[in-house]
Structure formats: structure tokens, C-alpha cells
């Protein structure tokens, strides 16, 4: 009877790890399409595979999350400037998804920022001023959220960095910024396997810029 | 322990996994492929992405009775019912275009929409601020669009062939009463709000929604800017005054407020005057905002606003140019409302506000005092309910109640005679918008208007279609009755005059591509029930005036064609006339002219970070009265023309250094002529010209933004 109940245990731990097993390589497998996707097309692939694991796992942000990070890529590499804001509306919607499931997670916050940061381009002289304050401000937040997070640090660095040169002032404290973000790349340590690991490369270029 | 996890993964993948193959292709309603839509088992991983001829295929494992949800960026969710046995599964799916997507149409009939968020925008938000010779004035810049007239002695909005007072300001759908400054004589007035506290300006020159009333040609609706983001101090230091300004950001709300002082005293012993000023206008004026954020979707507005304005002059005699009367004005302003707004669920939102306008002008020439008082609530309760994505109902109801008051020193009996009336209306609305299809919009509309100085009942129905039979251009046509109470001079005399009343049919075409815009429209105005003197002086009139307004407009902006450069042209063709007030027959009214054109030009230079602007403005002459003339309203002012250009230089990301000036070319320009009351001894009337108060208006100001983040300057609030 005792070991009934054990193998029974067993069964029902073994199926509940096995689900998780199984977000966890589904996800890790599409992050990879994901950040070596090159085209529109195929990072839109990525995306419907994160929407559809993310219609299915109702609790989790990650999904959502890449998402929205595909279609800010997508945004990056879009030149027509009325299908960009239709791409970054694509990401907004699919933060605030990941935001039901964790709305303070630093990473999404930061992925927020970086939205309204790319909305600048579209329009710089009518929208710098306003998407300025909410970019800097949602990376404030992040930061706060978890001090260790590169991304937030290195986002931040890019806003103070592409203000600087525009305005031809010091990048002193974007530069710092920049630093501060790459030491704590240097430091970082996903939680797991599926956690976000991209922006070290742009905080490389950042630094060598400051050089 | 993964020695016993692995086995059994392993036994549980190979038993359960029987794979039902699911191919097919997504298409729309036409048959043409959809690609990169997304197929989805729903509740499961499995699916997968259409390929560029609308094919896709995939595995899996599920079984029963399943939901296969399709999905694809501008069409609607499609959800197909679908029995899983292990075989294989062939399906095709047609997607329905989505009514909401970016490239549906939309009613564009007779409306100007400026903001940052909506891409379909003829202006931007900031234009307002960056538009040479509109010194940053919300009706400088709209009159450079088409539709408006140029009336220089005025500075209010004339859009149409119709009268200034024929535009009606609302501020978050709150109705503003006097919404422009106190002027001098004969010189321009300024709008009394200032351009940066919006975020979105609809300008409308006819056929507008049935939610507005008691405007008869014109609706400007300025939508103030939500929470603020960044706590800042601003401070101005300008030619003409100085201003601070302090926003403090809280986690769920926001506050800001502003104090400025106008004293253009130093200005006017610099540059020489028209007018014979004893006192030039000395202004104190504050503003302060509040947004609180209230639950999910909640949104509290709180907005304020104060002036006072004293000038005083001298009115010389028309005949006796020696003889003159000196006039003092003190102006005292105030408005302020509170809007809220929620979402309800997903399918009705809720918006409720009110209103209170203060005006008074306290005005005395020589020894004689003269007041002018009015004083009005607005309130307006509003439901907007998505029945479904093509159609969307919006209903409500609103009151304005207003008192004007005046009083002046009765030259007979040397007793203050006074007069007042109270007006309320009350009106109800309802508008329904349906999509037929993505490519066909139309929008009916019904206002019901009570008031009970007149005691009528009105009914406005208003229409609007629009039609897009390409992917790009599409026509709009819009049909409304308009009703307005005539201006308060002619109620205080006789309270039970009745409304005055247009028609308007607006006919449009419109392209909107890639920072390129092209537009021309057409219309005709027809006006009734316009206030008639039956005496010489108007103290006894009645409504059977009437008049008409035809014309031709168009705009082109183009912000593509030449890096770095903005630039939009725009004409107007006005035909119009009208028989009203003390009128002897139909005849072309003063403030209208027939032709009006505009460029304006924009060009940021990088290298010197500075935006540079030019405006260049023709309006061609405007009829006047000559009572040496026999026939009414039958001579013409010369042509009206003015360059303006201005600068802005960012020395610093937040330091701004604004410089502008208007008529560069120093034409003298005439607005119009007055003459005596009554004739010289030959028999003949002396006139004098009205014309600008003076030859430039030149500016300089230099305006720094205190802020923890230095990227921010004061460039969108100008």
C-alpha cells in the first residue's frame, strides 16, 4: 500500500515536472529561433510559437515577453514609419500580457521602456520629449525593481547616449551608465534556462563607443 | 532521481504521442493567401505559421474534440471545431478582414485632427509651437489651414463665412466661454489656453458630431494630456514677460502648475505703436492641472485657469482726430473643470465632466464705467458602448446654464442702467457608427436642443459616410444642422430671440501615404434664422436673416520629399454672402475674403541644431462699408500678405533660445476702414484705416527646463 502511494506520488510529480520540462524546452528551443531570427518573417514564426505556448500556459510572463521582444525587433529593422508604430503597438499589447502574469518584473518594465524608446524614432521632434520621460522613467523603475539587471541598465545607457550625441553634450553619464551595465552582465546569472540573456552585445558597443 | 524521471518520460512520450497531421491554408474572404498567420490548437503548443502562399502544416498529439483558433495581424480571430482520430486532417480557413485595422476608413469630412498617436493627422501637436508668425497660438497655427479666414484685427478663428464667434472651444468635451483673451481695439486677441497642455487638437469646419452644439460653424476640441511622466521645473524668460512652471509627478497622479506674467510696456517704448496707448496691457495668468489615475482604467482631470488683463488707451475721433477719449479695461478671467472617465467593461466606457467659465470686463471710457459679466456650468454625461467591432453607439445628455450680465451709464438720465439674462439648454444626443465593411463607414447622429429663453425644442440630425475604394485615397461626405444662440449683445435686448441656424454638406477627398498628404473638399453652408435689426440701432430685432457659404479646399503636406524638411501649402475659396443685422440687402461680409493661401515651411538644421520656420500668408481684400459709397459693403480693402519666420536654437538638450518675427516685408496692411457717425459739412464721411498695430511683432525668449533627466527641454510646450 505504502508503495503504491509512493509510485502514485511519483506519477503525479513526475507529470507536473514533465509539463514544466516541457515549457521549459519548448520555450528554450523557440529563443533560439528567436534571437537568431533575421527577417520579419522568421521572427514572426518565433513569435506566433510564443503566443501560442502562451495562450496554453496561462500563469506565465515569459512567453508574452519574447513576444514583444520580437516585434520590437521587428520595429528595429522596419523602415516605413507607419507600419513601425503598428509593430510597437504589437509589442505594447504583448507586454501588457506578460504584465497580467508579473507585473513587477523587472525585465518586462524594461522591455516597456524599450517600446517607448523605439516610438521616438517614428517621430523624434514631436515625440522625443514625451516618450523621453516614460522610457527614463519605466527604466527607473526597473532598476529599482532589481538593481542587477543588465538590460535595464544597458537601455538606459542607449537613451542617455543617443540624447548626448544629438544634443552634442557630455556622455560622462551615459557612460557610466554603460560601464555599470557590462559589470553586471559580467555578473549575471540567469535563474534559468529561459530567462532573458540578450543585450551584453549592444552593451559592448556602448562602452567601445565611450572609448 | 532522473534515472526514474527519464523512463518514464520516455514511456509516456511513446504511448500516449499518437499524431493526427493537420495541413491546410488560410486565405481571406477573396481567396488570396494570408501569410505568417498563426494556427493554434487552442490550449496546447501545438500549431504553426501559414507559409507566403497561406499553407501550413503540423502534428500533434492531441485527440477528441478540439478548438483550432486562427489568427493573423489585420483579421479577425477565426475558431473552427475539429475532431482529432490519428488520420490526417485537411482544412481551409477564411479570415475576415479586421473593421479596426490601421488602413480601414474613416469619416475625415470637414475635421482636422493633430496628435502624436493617431498617424492619419493632417497636424502634428507640436506645429502648434513651431509654426513661424502663429507666435504659438492655437488659432494663429489653424489659420494657416483651409477653411479659415485670416481676419487680422481679430485673431479668432473665421472659418467658413462665418463670424468669430461662430468656433466654439471645448476642452475635453467641456464647453469654454470666452475662450480668447481681451484685445484692444481692433488688434488681435490671443487664445486663452496655451497649446502645451494638449495633446490632441481636433479642428472641425463643418459637419462635426452630434455630441457638440451651440456652434455654428466651427468646433475646436482641444484634448488636454493625460499623467505626466517627468517632474520638472520650466522657466521662461520672454521679450515680453517671464513665466515659471513646476510638474510634479506622483506614483498615480500628476501635478502641474504655471504663473505668467505679460508686461509689454518695455516692448512698445522700444517699438513704435499704432495705437495711443496711455497704459499697454499688463497680464497676470495661472494655470494648474491635476490626473489622478483611479483603479484600472480611471481617469481624473482637474483643470484650472485664471487671468487678469488692464490696459487703457486713447480713442481718437474719427472726424476730430485731435479730440480723444480715454478707455480702461480690466478683464478678469477664470475657468476650470473636472472630467473623469472609466471604462465600465469591455464593451461601455463612461465619461462625465463639468465646466464653470468666469468672464468679466470691467471697461470705462473717460468717466463713464461700462460691465460685461458672464458666468456659465456646463455639465455632460456621456456612454460609449463597441456592440460589436463594426458598430459603436455613443449617447448622452448635457446642460449649459449661463447668465450675462451688463451695465453701463445711461447718457439720458445719468443712471446705471442694467440688463441680464439667464439661458439654460438642455440636450440629449445620440450617434451611432457603423462599418459595413472596411472600406465603408457611416455615422447618424441626432442632438436634441431645449432652451428656455425661447422656449423651442430643436432637433439637429447630423451624417457622415465615408468611402475608400482603393487601398489609399477615399472620399467623405457630412450633412448637420447647427444651432447657436445669438450673441449676447442681441439676447440681453430681447431674450426671446430665437437660435440662428446652418446647414452644412461637406463633400472630401483625402490621401494619406507615407508622410505625405493630399486633400480637397468641398461644401455648402446655408445659414437661417439670423438675428435682423428691425431699427437702426438694434433694439428691436427678430431672426429672418439668412446667407449662404460656398468654396474649394485643399492641403498639401509633404514632410518626405526633402530630408529634414516639413512643409504644407493650403488654399481656400470663399463665396458668401448674407443678409442679416442692419444689412439693407445680401451682401459679402466684412470679415470674409474670397481668396486665402498659406505656406509654411519648417527645416531642421542639425549641424546648428536650430529649427528654422517660414510662413507665408495671402488673403485677398476684404469688403467694407463706405457710406459714401451708395451700395452696401461694396468697396475692398487692398490685399492682406505677411512673412513670418522664427528660430529655435537647442544649445543644450534643455535650453531653448526662440526667436521670431512676423511681416518681414513690412507691408502695410489694411484690415478695414471706419468712418464718422455722422457727415462733414460737404456732405461726405471721413474714414480711417484699421490696420496693424504695428509694423513687425518681434519676439525673443529663452526658455531652460529644470529636470532630474537633462534630454528634457521645453520644445513641446511653446
Avoid at chain 2, 40 to 50: E, F, H, N
Avoid at chain 2, 257 to 275: A, C, E, F, S
Wanted: charge should be positive; charged fraction near 20%.
Amino acid at each position: 500500500m505504502k508503495n503504491k502511494i509512493i509510485i502514485l506520488l511519483l506519477f503525479v510529480v513526475t507529470s507536473v515536472m514533465a509539463d514544466d520540462q516541457k515549457y521549459i524546452q519548448s520555450m528554450a528551443k523557440n529563443i533560439k529561433i528567436l534571437y537568431s531570427a533575421k527577417t520579419p518573417e522568421q521572427y514572426q514564426q518565433a513569435i506566433n510559437t510564443f503566443d501560442r505556448i502562451g495562450n496554453a500556459e496561462k500563469t506565465k510572463w515569459e512567453p508574452f515577453y519574447y513576444s514583444a521582444f520580437g516585434y520590437l525587433m521587428v520595429a528595429n529593422i522596419e523602415t516605413d514609419i507607419a507600419k513601425k508604430d503598428q509593430w510597437l503597438d504589437l509589442a505594447a499589447a504583448a507586454v501588457t500580457k506578460a504584465k497580467e502574469n508579473s507585473p513587477n518584473e523587472s525585465e518586462i518594465i524594461a522591455l516597456d521602456g524599450f517600446t517607448q524608446m523605439l516610438r521616438i524614432t517614428v517621430d523624434p521632434a514631436s515625440r522625443g520629449a514625451k516618450y523621453t520621460g516614460q522610457a527614463m522613467s519605466l527604466y527607473g523603475k526597473a532598476i529599482q525593481l532589481n538593481p542587477e539587471n543588465p538590460r535595464a541598465l544597458a537601455l538606459m545607457a542607449q537613451m542617455q547616449l543617443g540624447a548626448a550625441k544629438f544634443m552634442k553634450t557630455s556622455t560622462t553619464e551615459g557612460c557610466a551608465t554603460a560601464a555599470n551595465a557590462l559589470e553586471k552582465f559580467q555578473t549575471y546569472h540567469p535563474a534559468n534556462p529561459i530567462a532573458p540573456m540578450w543585450g551584453k552585445e549592444m552593451t559592448d558597443g556602448l562602452v567601445a563607443s565611450c572609448k | 532521481m532522473n534515472w526514474i524521471f527519464t523512463p518514464l518520460l520516455l514511456f509516456a512520450s511513446g504511448v500516449v504521442y499518437a499524431q493526427t497531421i493537420i495541413s491546410g491554408k488560410i486565405t481571406d474572404v477573396k481567396g488570396e493567401p494570408i501569410p505568417a498567420a498563426n494556427i493554434v490548437l487552442k490550449d496546447s503548443y501545438d500549431g504553426a505559421t501559414a507559409l507566403a502562399d497561406g499553407t501550413f502544416n503540423f502534428s500533434t498529439s492531441e485527440t477528441g474534440a478540439q478548438t483550432l483558433v486562427v489568427t493573423s495581424i489585420g483579421y479577425t480571430k477565426s475558431s473552427v471545431n475539429v475532431n482529432l482520430n490519428d488520420t490526417k486532417l485537411t482544412l481551409s480557413v477564411r479570415l475576415k478582414e479586421d473593421i479596426n485595422n490601421l488602413d480601414a476608413v474613416v469619416i475625415s469630412a470637414g475635421s482636422f485632427t493633430a496628435g502624436d498617436e493617431n498617424r492619419k493627422t493632417v497636424l502634428k501637436a507640436l506645429d502648434i509651437a513651431t509654426t513661424a508668425g502663429a507666435t504659438a497660438d492655437i488659432a494663429g497655427v489653424l489659420n494657416t489651414l483651409p477653411g479659415t479666414q485670416k481676419v487680422g484685427e481679430s485673431g479668432k478663428l473665421f472659418v467658413r463665412g462665418g463670424d468669430g464667434n461662430e468656433t466654439r472651444t471645448f476642452i475635453d468635451g467641456m464647453v469654454v466661454l470666452d475662450a480668447y483673451n481681451s484685445s484692444a481695439p481692433n488688434t488681435p486677441s490671443r487664445g486663452r489656453f496655451l497649446p502645451f497642455m494638449f495633446k490632441g487638437t481636433s479642428f472641425s469646419t463643418g459637419g462635426y458630431s452630434a455630441e457638440y452644439g451651440q456652434a455654428l460653424s466651427s468646433a475646436l476640441v482641444l484634448n488636454s494630456k493625460d499623467k505626466s511622466d517627468i517632474t520638472q521645473t520650466d522657466i521662461g524668460i520672454l521679450s515680453v514677460g517671464a513665466d515659471v512652471g513646476h510638474t510634479q509627478v506622483m506614483d498615480r497622479a500628476s501635478w502641474s502648475g504655471k504663473i505668467q506674467y505679460t508686461d509689454i510696456r518695455p516692448y512698445y517704448h522700444l517699438i513704435n505703436q499704432v495705437l495711443d496707448w496711455k497704459t499697454p496691457p499688463v497680464a497676470i495668468e495661472g494655470s494648474s492641472a491635476y490626473r489622478q489615475q483611479v483603479g484600472k482604467t480611471g481617469l481624473l482631470k482637474l483643470y484650472g485657469n485664471f487671468s487678469n488683463t488692464k490696459y487703457s488707451l486713447f480713442l481718437h475721433d474719427i472726424a476730430e482726430p485731435t479730440s480723444k477719449q480715454l478707455m480702461n479695461m480690466n478683464n478678469s478671467y477664470g475657468y476650470g473643470n473636472a472630467v473623469y472617465q472609466q471604462a465600465l467593461n469591455s464593451k461601455w466606457n463612461m465619461r462625465s465632466g463639468v465646466s464653470y467659465s468666469y468672464n468679466q470686463n470691467a471697461v470705462r471710457i473717460e468717466d463713464a464705467p461700462m460691465h460685461q459679466t458672464e458666468k456659465g456650468i456646463h455639465s455632460k454625461l456621456v456612454f460609449e458602448n463597441s456592440l460589436s467591432d463594426k458598430i459603436e453607439t455613443r449617447f448622452g445628455a448635457e446642460v449649459i446654464s449661463r447668465q450675462y450680465s451688463e451695465s453701463k451709464i445711461d447718457s439720458a438720465s445719468d443712471y446705471t442702467v442694467g440688463h441680464s439674462f439667464t439661458e439654460a439648454i438642455a440636450a440629449p444626443f445620440v450617434e451611432v457608427q457603423a462599418y459595413a465593411s472596411s472600406k465603408l463607414v457611416a455615422k447618424g447622429g441626432l442632438r436634441m436642443e431645449y432652451d428656455n429663453l425661447n422656449n423651442t425644442l430643436g432637433f439637429d440630425p447630423r451624417l457622415s459616410l465615408a468611402y475608400k475604394p482603393g487601398n489609399q485615397g477615399q472620399f467623405s461626405f457630412a450633412y448637420g444642422k447647427f444651432r447657436q444662440s445669438a450673441k449676447n449683445i442681441y439676447v440681453v435686448n430681447q431674450s426671446d430671440l430665437a437660435s440662428e441656424k446652418a446647414e452644412h454638406f461637406i463633400l472630401n477627398y483625402q490621401i494619406i501615404t507615407n508622410q505625405r498628404t493630399f486633400r480637397i473638399e468641398t461644401y455648402y453652408k446655408r445659414y437661417f434664422s439670423l438675428v435682423r435689426f428691425l431699427d437702426s440701432n438694434g433694439d428691436k430685432l427678430n431672426n429672418t436673416g439668412f446667407g449662404y457659404a460656398k468654396g474649394l479646399e485643399v492641403i498639401w503636406r509633404d514632410s518626405k520629399s526633402i530630408d529634414k524638411v516639413d512643409y504644407w501649402v493650403s488654399y481656400s475659396y470663399l463665396d458668401t454672402k448674407r443678409n442679416y443685422l442692419n444689412y439693407p440687402s445680401s451682401a459679402i461680409p466684412s470679415f470674409a475674403s474670397r481668396h486665402n493661401f498659406s505656406v509654411v515651411y519648417k527645416h531642421f538644421i542639425t549641424a546648428v541644431k536650430t529649427q528654422v520656420g517660414v510662413t507665408y500668408s495671402y488673403s485677398s481684400g476684404r469688403p467694407y462699408y463706405n457710406p459714401n459709397n451708395p451700395t452696401f459693403n461694396n468697396d475692398r480693402t487692398p490685399f492682406y500678405q505677411d512673412l513670418s519666420a522664427n528660430l529655435s536654437f537647442l544649445p543644450k538638450g534643455w535650453i531653448i533660445i526662440h526667436a521670431s518675427c512676423t511681416n518681414l516685408l513690412g507691408r502695410n496692411n489694411i484690415f478695414g476702414y471706419q468712418y464718422g457717425a455722422s457727415p462733414n459739412s460737404d456732405g461726405s464721411y471721413t474714414g480711417r484705416t484699421i490696420t496693424q498695430p504695428a509694423k513687425h511683432f518681434m519676439f525673443i525668449a529663452v526658455f531652460i527646463t529644470l529636470s532630474k533627466n537633462k534630454t528634457v527641454n521645453q520644445l513641446p510646450n511653446l
